[in-house]
């Protein structure tokens, strides 16, 4: 048998409601209110961009998890040169399931373990799998999945801290201003630059957990999650659909076709498991 093999682009169902990411979502409000935006009205149909870092941070945490869990260690994401204000912390990471970053590389085999060969980073070396942002808009019609894009409802939220005592009648003593994205959902596109079997299962299993995992504080993305911000339903869309297939998956009004499932099944019981066994000799391997 030749082997499956998947195309480089594959596509993660993103979907929670709300996100919070710093101050960095990217918003073209700037075209959308002609000058008379107000943060606070409901009717603004503004878009923006998702920045991939928090996604990818998140991302890599999962995949972390799924090589720990085959008894391999992780590569650190911190340089181990780099001037760590808590060596003891990154130290303590070394001992629980982390190697330093770059030290799996040696003379004969320099594509280094799972995790530094798919995202790269050390000595500059450029990762495997690109991932890009995510464009969402508030007008459904306009969300084409198929470019890795979202519905999602960007929204400007205020933090008032008030102060406590009685006199002063709940006087702010502080005011925030949070960029959030609202009742997300929607495609993130990874492009593989070189596709192995191993990364496809690596990536399919930290889907798989962190979905699993999507209320604990440790596996929840962006900010806010004292408040319930970035708990996320994900999912690795079958990455045998064809584009009309993918498009399917957005669309309440339409169910899986009968060509879909014998995809699923084929994914499940014939592709998914080919690409763990590579991921598990690979991880056997270091
Ligand atoms: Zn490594």
Redesign the pocket.
């Known amino acids: 048998m030749e082997g499956n093999t998947i195309d480089r682009d594959v596509f993660v169902r993103i979907q929670t409601d709300l996100l919070v990411v710093g101050d960095s979502i990217m918003t073209d409000r700037h075209h959308a209110s002609n000058g008379n935006y107000e943060d606070d009205d409901p009717q603004n149909q503004i878009g923006g961009i998702i920045p991939a870092f928090s996604l990818s941070g998140w991302l890599r945490h999962g995949m972390e998890k799924v090589v720990q869990e085959r008894d391999g260690t ?2 650190h994401p911190g340089e181990a040169n780099a001037n760590f204000r808590k060596d003891g912390v990154y130290n303590r990471d070394l001992d629980a399931g982390y ?1 330093e ?4 590389l040696d003379d004969d085999d320099d594509s ?2 799972v ?2 060969d798919l995202v790269g980073g050390f000595g500059n070396r450029p990762g495997k799998v690109m991932r890009r942002p995510i464009k969402f808009s508030p007008v459904r019609s306009s969300v084409d999945y198929t470019r890795g894009q979202a519905e999602g409802h960007y929204r400007r939220l205020n933090r008032n801290v008030v102060s406590r005592n009685e006199d002063d009648n709940r006087e702010p003593l502080r005011n925030a201003e949070l960029d959030a994205v609202g009742n997300l959902d929607g495609c993130w596109h990874l492009s593989f630059r070189e596709t192995k079997p191993e990364f496809v299962a690596l990536l399919a299993e930290a889907i798989d957990f962190l979905n699993e995992h999507q209320t604990d504080f440790m596996h929840q993305l962006g900010g806010a999650r004292n408040f319930g911000g970035g708990i996320v339903d994900c999912e690795l869309v079958n990455p045998l659909y064809e584009e009309h297939e993918l498009r399917r998956v957005f669309d309440r009004s339409k169910g899986n076709t009968n060509k879909m499932e014998e995809k699923d099944d084929r994914w499940e019981n014939e592709c998914l498991p080919e690409f763990q066994t590579a991921l598990t000799e690979r991880v056997e391997d270091v």
């Open positions: 992780a590569c190697h970053k770059g030290a799996c280094g373990c995790i530094l």
